[in-house]
């Protein structure tokens, strides 16, 4: 029951290791969260500080994980409050249109140009929501999860992916063409 | 889940009559403190949660949620025990932790009894005036025995969500339902 | 929805950061742990320095000695209040820690039993 606090060197040792495992997961997040690798650079240091800090408190590697989720959505999240003019920051309603429009040819395999683009889109959702899509998606996390992830009730994390499929599909029936909504219905 | 939502609904409109009791089951702790190897024990009242209260972090996701938990508590008491060995502590030690937790105020909504390392949680909630104004947890495995007495206004949905907060991994149930024992109210 | 969902896994996608990202972390851990509060010496200067004469400069001494005293007066009990209140924190996150696990092994239970009665399809 008591946490037992790890000895300095070792300590040193265990945060080198967390970092290099966990770098990827931390950096990914921010990168697709704030569409902007200097960013995200900025926000996956500070987690990493901030961990440096806490080691001590954690107690198992599912607890680490966990909680550099957790941090790292927080950070992000705070990041975007408070860099809202920044220039990576995509507006919903003024996504660029593509250079080029994909072609009905071939639903089957997946366009580069349509990840970049879905890229774009997800950027451009509302914070929360946006969130919640990266950690299912990227993280593959499930619902109750996010939810206590992001300390916000299932319910809200379900009603809020819904939108949010509701509002990519809608986008990419917008960009691609009908052929997108046929294929999913 | 479902039904611990349902008789939370339950006792939300069942109206109980008002009564005060006062309660101290400090004997039983003491004599289980005797016989233990180990022991934790957090007192805390209302001065020192509100004093904790103004050191939690708001910017960090797990103290921001321990602050809205205990911002109306009047005292959060917690005693955990761990034995030498199975059998050093009986059923009556813990009898008279239990004695005090009778109806019409106090309603067991939990009594589950599990395999996995003998673990049997009972959870107690106080109503007074149709509010939750307490909630008892005691926790006892053959080597382990954790008394939880916290004093309201407390928000049970609160509690649902702390179990994956605060780091606390997860348990395992045993998946074999033929030797499982166990009751709910 | 499922071509969606394959899409949205495809896009989002984890990247690996920046090469060095892990040493320039590592870096600025170590400049963090090696940047000590500077005690301030100013007020050394107190003693004999713009003084005129012993006695002026014993009255100098015996006023920043009183002004060292009350502020270390002040110093320690703040310190003694934050180390009061960090302490009073731990001890609030320990308790809901242990409460949330009890709770969460109740919960997982009626789950559990939740499930094994339900009936067969």
């Known amino acids: 029951m008591t946490t037992a606090a790890a000895a300095p060197a070792t300590h040193k040792l265990d945060f080198e290791d967390l970092v290099r495992e966990h770098q990827r997961m931390v950096f990914s997040i921010g990168y697709h969260f704030l569409h902007n690798a200097a960013a995200a650079e900025e926000v996956a240091q500070d987690v990493f500080l901030e961990l440096f800090k806490r080691l001590g408190t954690l107690e198992s590697p599912e607890h680490v994980t966990h909680w550099l989720r957790r941090v790292a959505c927080h950070r992000c999240i705070d990041y975007s409050r408070r860099n809202k003019n920044a220039a990576s920051e995509v507006s919903w309603d003024q996504l660029p249109e593509p250079v080029q429009p994909a072609g009905h040819s071939d639903l089957g395999n997946s366009d580069p140009m349509m990840s970049k683009r879905l890229q774009q889109m997800v950027a451009a959702l509302p914070q929360k929501m946006r969130m919640v899509v990266i950690l299912r998606y990227q993280q593959e996390a499930g619902l109750e999860e996010i939810a206590s992830t992001m300390g916000i009730p299932l319910n809200t994390v379900k009603s809020t992916l819904h939108r949010a499929h509701a509002m990519l599909r809608a986008k990419m029936e917008q960009t691609v063409g009908k052929e997108w909504g046929e294929v999913n219905a | ?185 | 929805m499922n071509r969606l969902e394959d899409e949205l896994k495809r896009a989002l996608e984890p990247v690996e950061p920046p090469a060095g990202f892990a040493e320039r972390v590592l870096a600025r851990v170590a400049r963090a742990e090696d940047e000590k509060p500077v005690r301030s010496r100013r007020w050394l200067g107190l003693f004999g320095f713009g003084v005129a004469g012993v006695g002026g400069l014993r009255w100098a001494a015996a006023c920043a000695l009183c002004v060292v005293l009350a502020a270390s007066g002040v110093i320690y009990e703040r310190d003694m209040q934050r180390r009061r209140g960090e302490e009073a924190k731990d001890q609030v996150m320990l308790a809901l820690r242990i409460t949330g696990s009890k709770l969460q092994i109740a919960e997982q239970s009626v789950k559990e039993l939740d499930s094994t009665s339900q009936p067969r399809q």
Do not use: C
């Open chain 2, 1 to 185: 889940m479902k039904r611990i939502g349902i008789i939370i609904a339950l006792l939300f409109a069942i109206q109980w009559p008002a009564a005060a009791q006062d309660w101290d089951p400090g004997g039983a702790l003491k004599k289980l403190s005797a016989k233990a190897s180990k022991a934790i024990d957090v007192t805390l009242d209302q001065s020192m949660l509100q004093f904790a209260g103004a050191f939690l972090d708001s910017k960090d996701p797990d103290q921001a949620q321990a602050k809205k938990i205990i911002s109306d508590m009047k005292g959060i008491y917690v005693h955990s025990f761990e034995f030498e060995k199975a059998g050093e502590y009986s059923e009556d030690d813990v009898a008279p932790l239990r004695a005090p937790l009778k109806e019409p105020l106090w309603s067991r909504i939990v009594n589950v009894r599990s395999k996995h390392e003998g673990q049997n949680v009972e959870v107690y909630f106080k109503k007074e005036d149709g509010k939750f104004t307490g909630l008892v947890v005691i926790a006892t495995e053959p080597t382990e025995l954790t008394f939880v007495d916290i004093i309201g206004p407390i928000n049970p949905d609160d509690f649902r969500r702390l179990g994956g907060q605060f780091g606390i991994p997860k348990v395992e149930i045993d998946q074999d339902p033929a030797s499982k024992k166990g009751e709910t109210k």
